[in-house]
């Protein structure tokens, strides 16, 4: 009889296929790059949960349909209301997902449930927001697509279309990246058959780390700490020599550069301000030539979130918020994801190596064969 245990963990998906050799990048065997340049958000979202590409033409629908799960439950506004002001909004939104009664319960969740959360997030970050600037709360607008839509939530008026389509952009190049840590956290908390709320508050506590997606904030701190291109280089070398890490460099997977690095280099170019985009630039090219230098046989290429933040900020949003946007993208991989896992669902436990002592004895000397000895 199998075990009910999944030693292996979860090493299978339909959903992204990351080619870190060649940089390519697939949602359901799509290119990212091809998605990026003819299709909404919206569309996206629902390649990732159904696995087909909806037609041009049911576009405006899957908008109306995906704005029909804005609203939020009594409980997550309470809570809301009552977390500290000048809280991180990342934590802010962790736990009013928690807060999620409707999808605290059920097991396993569905594509409705899924809905439900992709729908809330942008409005729950509206709200941290305003909140966190003092401002009166916006209520949503359902004739508007979900980037322009969080725009609208966040600043009032029309958005602007560049600025949206920019977002927009983002939001697509960040909807999934297969196992990442964060999904690998959702995956296995669902693989408890716990629930869906619960998943998504686990993968936001992993996407908060600065080695995930905490990165972009500290990408911009770096460029404020530079000031100018002609810096870069003096403080890239300091950086390094105290063995920090250089924000928006590096990946576990990619050993060329990434290719949503790649697309959001243009993407920022068109929106950010000329001044800044210069200075990323030049950072860029600093850090690159530093760490090839630094280690000539290790790639370490830009990462998507070097001009994820550049373009973020462009679009008027401020560094600590840009965890709770990337959030806001993956909640999508996470739902397809949340899917994939309780189609078949095994408890996931890695394997494990035992590498302490051996055989103490309480009020004994340690054993020969202990290797901690
Ligand atoms: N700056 C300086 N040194 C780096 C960087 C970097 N950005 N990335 C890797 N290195 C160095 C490490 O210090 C390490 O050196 P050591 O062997 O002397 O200790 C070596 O390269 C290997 O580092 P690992 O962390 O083992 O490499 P890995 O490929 O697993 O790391 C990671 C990937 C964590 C993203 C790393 O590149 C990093 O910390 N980057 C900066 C943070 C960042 O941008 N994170 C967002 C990435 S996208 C995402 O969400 C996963």
Redesign the pocket.
Known sequence: MASAVDSIGIGETAITRIDGERGVLSYRGYRVDQLVDQCSYETVVELLLSGALPGAADGPELVHKLAGYRELPTDALAVLEALPSRGLPIDGLRTAVSAMGDLASVYPPAREACLRLIGRIPVLVARLFRRAHGLAPIASDPELGHAANLLSMLHGGPPNPQKTRALERYLILLAD?GI???TFVLRVVLSTRSDLASAVAAALGA?KG???????S??LDMLDAVGTSNRAESWIAA??AR???????????YRVE?PRATLLRGFAREVADPGRYALARGFEEA?LAA?RS??PT?P?HT????YGAVLLEAVGLPRDFFTPV?ALARTAGWSAHALEQVVQNRLVRPPERYVGPEGREIGGSASPTDPGS
């Not at 600065?210 to 972009?216: K, M, N, Q, S």
């Not at 063995?243 to 990946?251: I, N, T």
């Not at 990462?303 to 070097?306: G, I, Q, R």
């Open positions: 990246h990442s840590a964060s996407l600065p080695l995930h997606g905490g990165a972009p500290g990408v950086a390094l063995r920090e890490r250089l924000y928006g460099f590096g990946h576990p997977v990434d850090a760490l630094e280690r290790t370490i990462n998507v979130d070097f990337f």
